[in-house]
């Protein structure tokens, strides 16, 4: 994976990001500057190498994943009204709400003309899987806002926005690579298949987190999405399970709007968690993710020293504490 993001960050380093108008590619720049794990595109080049050593196309591919993912990120922020991003000044914040509407624009475009670079006879393939991709992505945003403000959001509709919004671009940036690595429809599925279990999973661990986790560990307050109202797995299996006084105690505390409650409702919020056994419920759901991702490693039948390199990433992304 070290030698995989050195490739990745050498390929960004390495892209002419500096153009006119300067207000349109700085903030570009800015972006791609904060760093972050570079996963999508490390991604791409294992799934690549497994079937082939020529990672040529691949990293074109893994750089135009890693610029898309990170318009997504710019836009996300512009509509969260965001701060901060990775310890840094988001680009509304640093320039303004248009700059970073044009620059994520502007990003959109950029992932597609990188991708154009790709040389392989599987071009269109990859092509029409980056597009259903880009496009799932936005209606899984669209579900999460929408969400916001429903008061019937059910747990099938969760897990569904959750595949959208974050498990479909892990699993593409694994296809993609496998498709240019040589890789069969099976081989290349079996790879889509493992980024879904695993980004369902990190998403559903990221929830467990976020009100079990330990803050020193995890780098946030404990409650956040409590605070917000965010639908998350804990909030809707609660309120599948939850019945009569503990469901009125539950909305109860949901309703609880004034600063100076915040914290009475984050500790019933998680007691109540905690009673329903909700905690438990979602720490058993990651470990079948993982399971299921582990096994379409199983199937490809590959050598032990490759398989590793999958079956951790996923223990890691699954069951990681912050």
Same mark, same amino acid.
């Given at each position: ?16 990001? !500096? ?5 349109? &590619?700085?903030?570009?720049?800015? #972006?791609?500057?904060?760093?972050? %794990? ?8 294992? =799934? ?9 196309? =691949? ?7 890693? #610029?898309? $993912? ?7 922020? *512009? ?8 310890? &840094?000044?988001?680009? $509304?914040k640093r320039w303004n709400e248009n700059t970073a509407i044009l620059s ?6 950029? =992932? ?9 006879? +599987?071009?269109?393939? #990859?092509?029409?899987?980056?597009? !259903? ?44 690579? =496998? ?18 279990? #695993? ?8 929830? &467990? ?29 609660? %309120? ?23 914290? %009475? ?8 968690? +905690? ?16 399971? !299921?991702? *582990?096994?379409?490693? +199983? !199937? ?17 992304? *699954?069951?990681?504490?912050?």
């Amino acid at each position: 994976m070290e030698r995989y993001l050195q490739i990745i960050e050498e390929a960004i380093r390495s892209n002419a990001w !500096k153009r006119e108008p300067n207000g349109l &590619y700085e903030p570009i720049e800015y #972006v791609l500057s904060l760093g972050g %794990k570079r996963i999508r595109p490390c991604l791409t080049l294992m =799934a690549c190498n497994l079937f082939s050593n020529d990672l040529t196309d =691949a990293v074109t591919a893994g750089l135009a994943l890693e #610029v898309f $993912h990170n318009f997504t990120l710019l836009h996300d922020d *512009v509509m969260d009204k965001a701060d901060t991003r990775r310890g &840094y000044p988001t680009v $509304h914040k640093r320039w303004n709400e248009n700059t970073a509407i044009l620059s994520g624009d502007a990003m959109l475009v950029e =992932a597609y003309r990188i991708l154009s670079g790709i040389k392989s006879p +599987k071009f269109t393939e #990859v092509l029409d899987l980056f597009t !259903k991709t880009a496009d799932e992505v936005c209606k899984g945003q669209q579900y999460d806002m929408e969400f916001e403000t429903r008061d019937d959001v059910s747990l099938d509709e969760y897990m569904e926005m959750i595949r959208l919004k974050t498990a479909v671009l892990l699993a593409a940036s694994l296809k993609i690579g =496998a498709i240019l690595g040589g890789a069969t429809d099976s081989q290349a599925q079996l790879l889509y298949d493992f980024g879904i279990y #695993v980004g369902l999973g990190f998403q559903l661990r990221d929830d &467990y987190l976020d009100s079990f986790g330990d803050p020193v560990i995890f780098g946030k307050k404990i409650g956040g999405d409590i605070l917000c109202g965010k639908k998350t797995f804990l909030l809707l299996t609660a %309120k599948e399970l939850a019945h009569d006084k503990t469901l009125d105690t539950l909305n109860n505390l949901l309703s609880l709007e004034d600063k100076k409650d915040n914290q %009475k409702k984050i500790d019933g919020i998680i007691e109540i968690y +905690k009673v329903l056994g909700v905690n438990n419920r979602c720490e058993e759901a990651c470990l079948t993710l993982n399971n !299921k991702a *582990v096994q379409c490693i +199983k !199937k490809l039948q590959l050598p032990d020293n490759k398989s590793i390199l999958f079956t951790d990433f996923a223990n890691k992304m *699954v069951n990681r504490k912050k």
